[in-house]
């Protein structure tokens, strides 16, 4: 069975980082694609980030580039999401999901395996 866990999350003043990580059990991580997705207040889930089954490429929303980076452990079974210069908009339950098929990118309904979630706020 496999098993997403998030850590990370808190509260964070306007223009400081955070950093969540995503630990998955259960198969072998680097068969994998990673991503991170958020659902803020009264919205709907979104796409954060991507990195592929290698660590070669990424992919971001237009709204994080920039700030947020996603990189991936290998040996470590993790995946970490760097979260620079926050505004309250990124405000938001912060997921990690996995995907053991070829995928588009940000696709959710493309994504196998889903963590419970990690909340991160952001003041103004």
């Known amino acids: 069975q496999v098993q997403l866990v998030e850590s990370g999350g808190g509260l964070v003043q306007a223009g400081g980082s955070l950093r969540l990580s995503c630990v998955v059990s259960?198969?072998?991580?680097?068969?994998?694609?990673m991503g991170w997705f958020r659902q803020g207040p009264g919205k709907e889930r979104e796409f954060v980030a991507h990195?592929?089954?290698?660590?070669?490429?990424?992919y971001y929303v237009d709204s994080v580039k920039g700030r947020f980076t996603i990189s991936r452990a290998n040996a470590k079974n993790t995946v970490s999401l760097q979260m620079n210069s926050l505004k309250p908009e990124d405000t938001a339950v912060y997921y990690c999901?996995?995907?053991?098929?070829?995928?588009?990118?940000?696709?959710?309904?493309?994504?196998?395996?889903w963590g419970q979630g990690t909340q991160v706020t952001v003041s103004s």
């Open positions: 999901a996995a995907a053991s098929r070829p995928l588009r990118p940000g696709t959710q309904a493309e994504y196998d395996y």
């Open positions: 990195i592929t089954r290698s660590g070669g490429s990424t």
């Open positions: 259960g198969r072998t991580f680097s068969s994998l694609a």
